[in-house]
């Protein structure tokens, strides 16, 4: 089966720095997204690996282990304005279907 | 401006009454997909496509209907709602299936009512 596990809420402070988990258990394995969902809106593209690593964006970076199943975001010099959601996205072998976590709210506090 | 459309971004419908959510993208997108987000579950996929002509069933594609004659539309149809399918749907398109290129673009979402 496919399953990908986040945590449901994380709070921290403006300025930090936090590191949101996904594991993952999956038959196949073709790439792992990073998207960010503000309140009432669509998802926005963030981040993805298909190799084992780190991939840096600006403030954001996104680590993988292929062998572990898991992956992470690391949201840098925190701002009010990444109070979001944020989803990981697994895309399995041949690439036509994508499963997404549930989703990890963060709040992110003065 | 590259997009993806989908209308209406609200409905509210009575069970039974056959209903479509359009969705449209200009970006010459190959790769279309439809998802529903509930509270607590994330967002699943209903169908997806290809390509022109090509669709196939995602994970919750029971009640659900789409199709493809046009590369840059792919409509949801529901020919009898229940109020199981009361929901906050949304549309996504993408370049290919090629993983890098396989970066989904969203549309706003339509937030269905099935009384």
């Known amino acids: 089966g496919q399953n990908i596990d986040q945590p449901t809420e994380m709070t921290a402070t403006e300025g930090a720095i936090v590191q949101i988990n996904c594991t993952y258990q999956t038959s196949g394995f073709n790439g792992l997204f990073w998207y960010q969902q503000h309140a009432g809106e669509a998802p926005t593209f963030l981040s993805y690996?298909?190799?084992?690593g780190l991939e840096e964006k600006g403030r954001f970076s996104s680590f993988l282990s292929r062998s572990k199943g898991y992956s992470y975001l690391l949201l840098k010099e925190l701002q009010m304005k990444d109070s979001a959601s944020y989803l990981c996205a697994h895309q399995g072998t041949g690439g036509f279907k994508t499963i997404f976590g549930a989703g990890t709210r963060l709040f992110v506090k003065a | 401006e590259a997009q993806v459309t989908q209308n209406p971004r609200y409905l509210i419908t009575v069970t039974g009454k056959k209903l479509t959510v359009t969705c449209s993208q200009n970006?010459?997108?190959?790769?279309m997909s439809w998802y529903r987000q509930d509270p607590g579950l994330g967002l699943r996929q209903i169908y997806y496509s290809m390509n022109v002509e090509v669709t196939d069933k995602g994970d919750v594609p029971e009640g659900y209907k789409v199709s493809r004659k046009e590369k840059r539309n792919f409509p949801l149809i529901l020919e009898s709602p229940s109020p199981n399918q009361t929901s906050l749907y949304f549309c996504?398109?993408?370049?290919?299936?090629?993983?890098?290129?396989?970066?989904?673009?969203f549309g706003a979402g339509t937030r269905l009512s099935v009384l």
């Open positions: 970006m010459n997108h190959e790769y």
């Open positions: 996504a398109s993408s370049l290919s299936l090629l993983t890098a290129k396989n970066i989904q673009y």
């Open positions: 690996n298909v190799l084992d």
